[in-house]
């Protein structure tokens, strides 16, 4: 059974950080591109970072130069940090494959910017 478990979410203020975890179980980690993605209130889902299996990042523009998106295929793990946070920030966040299955999406974990 596949489970991905994200944690690391809160609230925080604006220019703050964050570091996401996810942690991935009952499926081969290390073959799967693997991404972030995020869901505002009253908006879609969103990809904002990927990591292909070479380790190479993707981000959406909106993130560039303030997410990093990394992995430890040892550890089933792929980790976000989160700097300069800002409000539009504000969203649950997802780890799932790239493209995405509907059979991996987890319980996700709260982000909230706001002072």
């Known amino acids: 059974q596949v489970q991905l478990v994200e944690s690391g979410g809160g609230l925080v203020q604006p220019g703050g950080s964050l570091r996401l975890s996810c942690v991935a179980s009952?499926?081969?980690?290390?073959?799967?591109?693997l991404g972030w993605y995020r869901q505002a209130p009253d908006k879609q889902r969103e990809l904002v970072a990927r990591a292909t299996m070479d380790g190479t990042t993707i981000y959406t523009d909106s993130v560039k130069g303030r997410f990093t998106i990394s992995r430890d295929n040892a550890e089933n793990t792929v980790y976000l940090q989160m700097n300069s946070l800002k409000p539009e920030d504000t969203a649950v966040y997802y780890c799932?494959?790239?493209?995405?299955?509907?059979?991996?999406w987890g319980q996700g974990t709260q982000v909230t910017v706001s002072s």
């Open positions: 799932n494959s790239v493209p995405p299955s509907a059979n991996f």
């Open positions: 009952g499926y081969r980690f290390s073959i799967y591109a």
